[in-house]
C-alpha cells in the first residue's frame, strides 16, 4: 500500500502564492491517497470473501446431487460398483467424537476452573494459560504421530480410542481457554455473596460461577467439538479409517474427514462423488455449531456477565 | 483441578519426551546433518530433511506474502471503514473461512483450484512472468504456488481477526486526536492505529506463520509431494508435514519411520517457538486492552 507522492510541479510566476499552491496539491495528494487506501480495504474484503464463496457453491453444486438415503445408510460400494454411502464413516467420526469429548471436556473444564478462580494471578496459572495457547498450536499431524507413538507402537494395531484420544488432546487447549474466559465475566459480586454465606469455596465454584457461566462454557465445548470434527491429519494413524462397520474402541475406525481425504485422492468418478458429499455434509454439521454458537454469544448471555 | 491445569504441561512435556525417544534411532544416525542433507531415499536408508524445510518455508512465506496484504486490508475495513451493520457479518465470514476442515480445502483444491492452475494461471504467469526464473518447467498444476495459495486462504482469517482485535484495543482517543490535527482517515489510520499496534500486528502475521508451517492436509493434496529443490513455484514438492502425512503409513523400516518422526519433532519444536513468540507479541498489545473493546 505504499503511496506514488505526486511530484510538485515547478514553480510558475503568478499571483498565486507558491506555498499554499504546494499546500493545495498535498491536500488533493493526502485525499487521493486516502481514497485509494479506502478501496484496497474493501477490495481485500471482496477478494477475501470470494474463496469462500467459491468453496460453498462447489459443494452444494457438487455434493448435493449425491446426497440421497442411501448416502446415510449404506457402507462404501467395492471399486467399480456405483452407489454406496459414508454411514460407517458418519458413525466413526461420531464414536471417535463421544470418546473424545469425555476425555477432553471434563479436563478442559477443570484446567479452566483452576485458572480462573484458584490460580488467579499466580505465575503458575500464567505459565499454564501460554502454555495452553502455544499448544494450541501445535500441528495436528505432530499430535498424530506423538500418540501413534504412545498408544498405536505399543498395541502393535491401529484403534479407534487412538484417534479418541488425539482428538481429546486437542479439544484441551480450547475448552480451557474458553472455559476460563467465560468464568472470569462471572461478577465478583455473585462470589462474595455466596462466601458471604458461609457456602465453602469449591462449592461457591460448582453452583455459583460454573453454573452462572455454563451458556458460555457450553458454546466453548461445542466450539472445540466444531474444531476438530473436521480434523484429518491425526486420524491418519490413530483412527486409520475402515470400509466396513466397525463399533469397536480397539478397533480401526472410519471417519468422515478421513473418508473424503482417501475418496478426494482416488482416481475414481464415483468416489470423487462421494467425496464431495461428504465435504458437504460435514460443513453443514460445522458451520451449523459454529453459527449456532455465534448467534448465542451474540444474544447477550455471556456478555451479560460482566 | 490444578491436576488437570498441570495436564497442559503434561501434554506438551509428553510429546516432546516420546518424539525425542521415538526417533532416536535416527538421531543417533545423522545427527545435525540431518537438517542439512537433501538426500532423501528410503530404499537406501538415507534420509535428510532438506527438501521438506524449502518446501515448508517458501509455501508459508509465499503464503503469508499474499494473505498479509489482504488480512490487514480485511482489518482495516472492518475497524475503521465499514458501516456498523456490515462490521458483524463481516467478521462472522471471515471466521467461517477458518472454520472450514483441511480436508475440505484440499477437495476444493484439487477439483477446482488445480485445474484452474494448470489451464488459465499457470499459463499466463509463464507468459508474463516468466523471465524472473519462478515460473518456468512444465505446470502440472500442482506444486508449490498452488499450495501457497491455498495456505494464504486458510491463513487469512487468523491473521485478520487478530489484527481486527488488536486494532480495536487502540483507544478511539487516539483516533479522535489524530482526526483533530486535521489528519485524513487513512493518514489516522496509519498513524494512530497501525503505529500503535504493530507489534500485535506482527505476532498476528506470526500465528498466520504457525499454523501455515503445520498445515497438513490441504498441502498433501496439491503440492506435489516430491522431495525437490527447485527454483520454480510449479515444481512440485513436499512439506514437512505433508511427508509425516504421506509416507508415514507406508514407512518400512526403524530407520525410515524415526527419520519421519524426527521431521514431526523439529515442525514441533519450531511451531512452539513460533507460537510462543506470537503470542507474546499479541499479549504485550492487547492485555492493556480497554473494557468491551475486543
Known sequence: MSTQPIPIPPARPGPMNLQSRGMRINTARRTITN?????????????VLAPLAAILFYLVYKGASSLNLAFFTHVPAPVGETGGGMANSILGSGVILFVASLMGIPVGIAAGVYLAEFGRGKMLANAMRFTADVLNGVPSIVMGIAIYSL???PQKHFSALAGGI?????????????????????????REAALGLGVPKWRTVLSVSLRTASPGIITGCMLAFARVAGETAPLLFTAFGNQFWSFKLNEPIAALPLQIFVYAISPYDEWHRLAWAGSLVLIVLIMVSVTLVRIYANRGVLKGGS | MLVCACSIFAIVAFIFWILVL???????????????RSAWDPVAGDFGALPFIFG??????LALLMAVPLALGV????TELCPKVLRAPISFLTELLAAIPSVVYGLWGVFVLVPLMRDVIGPFLSKTLGWTGFFEGPNFGVGLFTASIILSIMILPIISSLTRDIMLAVPNSQREGVLALGATRWEMIRVGVLRNSRIGIVGAIMLGLGRALGETMAVTMVIGNHPNISKSLFAPANTLASVIAG??????????????????????LVTIVVNAIARLMVWAVTRGAPVGAA
Not at chain 1, 481514497?35 to 477478494?47: C, D, K, P, Q
Not at chain 1, 488425539?166 to 468464568?183: D, F, G, K
Open chain 1, 35 to 47: 481514497h485509494i487506501v479506502s478501496g484496497l480495504a474493501i477490495l481485500a474484503t471482496l477478494v
Open chain 1, 151 to 153: 498408544v498405536v507402537m
Open chain 1, 166 to 190: 488425539v482428538l481429546a488432546i486437542m479439544m484441551i487447549p480450547t475448552v480451557t481457554r474458553t472455559t476460563e474466559e467465560m468464568l472470569s465475566t462471572v461478577p465478583r459480586a455473585i
Open chain 2, 22 to 36: 521415538r526417533s532416536n534411532l535416527s538421531l543417533a544416525e545423522f545427527g545435525w546433518k540431518f537438517f542439512t
Open chain 2, 56 to 61: 515448508t518455508l517458501a509455501t508459508s512465506l
Open chain 2, 75 to 78: 482489518a482495516i475495513f472492518v
Open chain 2, 247 to 268: 509416507e508415514f503409513s507406508e514407512a518400512t523400516g526403524d530407520l525410515y519411520l524415526s527419520a519421519l518422526i524426527e521431521i514431526g519433532l523439529a515442525l514441533f
